[in-house]
Nanobody, 123 residues
Framework: VQLQASGGGLVQAGGSLRLSCIVS???????MGWFRQAPGKEREFVAA????????YYADSVKGRFTIAKDSARNVVDLQMNGLKPEDTAVYYC??????????????????WGQGTLVTVSS
């Protein structure tokens, strides 16, 4: 399976962006996740969705503002980001894992990664 992320850009604080991750090939994982990495910081979990079933999981910092969803017809996982803040500025990555629920917050559990897409939020 290959993942391709897109949709990043420059937006003012309070604005919205939608990131998309195209899944190519046969998906055999359990979760699709979005992570982000700001300059000088470690990669951090943002959101994840169970591939079969659709359960969603969010970092506290984005809960209520971001929504992850899977479009089965398009084989795409979207991350709708509303109410963006300057601290959301980062390179965003989509990734897949065969792991279990308790491990989906850990980037090292994800074995397939898309290229990053840069999100910049100006104040």
């Amino acid at each position: 399976v290959q993942l391709q992320a897109s949709g990043g850009g420059l937006v003012q604080a309070g604005g919205s962006l939608r990131l998309s991750c195209i899944v190519s090939g046969r998906f055999s994982g359990t979760f699709m996740g979005w992570f982000r990495q700001a300059p000088g910081k470690e990669r951090e979990f943002v959101a994840a969705i169970r591939w079969w079933g659709g359960s969603t999981y969010y970092a506290d910092s984005v809960k209520g503002r971001f929504t992850i969803a899977k479009d089965s017809a398009r084989n795409v996982v979207d991350l709708q980001m509303n109410g963006l803040k300057p601290e959301d500025t980062a390179v965003y990555y989509c990734a897949s894992t065969n792991g279990i629920t308790s491990s989906l917050y850990d980037s090292w559990m994800y074995n397939v990664w898309g290229q990053g897409t840069l999100v910049t939020v100006s104040s």
